[in-house]
Nanobody, 125 residues
Framework: RVQPVESGGDSVQPGGSLRLSCTAS????????MGWFRQGPGKEREGVAS???????AYVGSVKGRFTISKDNAKNTLFLQMNSLKPEDTAMYYC???????????????????WGQGTQVTVSS
């Protein structure tokens, strides 16, 4: 069974930075697309960023220029670098992995098969 596990969530002040990490047992970062999703208080879950097996990326407009998705295939780890954090970034952040062998990037939840338990990011003054 593929089980993504996120880490790195914390409470920070506006303007601060965090880096989230995700490692998925039974899954190779070099073999399938991966993404980050988030769900804030009273909001639906939304796609934040996605990275394909070739390193191609996609971002939701609200984080573009502030967040960077990347991966280290040697460490089999996915990252989300979050800079210039805003209170509206407060959410539970989830790591997701798509079917191995697929070439796409996607911010759509139904495209992903495997989900982590989430890590909490809180941005407040």
């Amino acid at each position: 069974r593929v089980q993504p596990v996120e880490s790195g969530g914390d409470s920070v002040q506006p303007g601060g930075s965090l880096r989230l990490s995700c490692t998925a047992s039974g899954y190779s970062t070099r073999r399938g697309p991966m993404g980050w999703f988030r769900q804030g208080p009273g909001k639906e879950r939304e796609g934040v960023a996605s990275i394909g097996i070739s390193g191609n990326t996609a971002y939701v407009g609200s984080v573009k220029g502030r967040f960077t998705i990347s991966k280290d295939n040697a460490k089999n780890t996915l990252f989300l670098q979050m800079n210039s954090l805003k209170p509206e970034d407060t959410a539970m952040y989830y790591c997701a992995a798509g079917p191995p062998g697929q070439q796409w990037t996607s911010l759509d939840e139904p495209h992903y098969d495997y989900w982590g338990q989430g890590t909490q990011v809180t941005v407040s003054s």
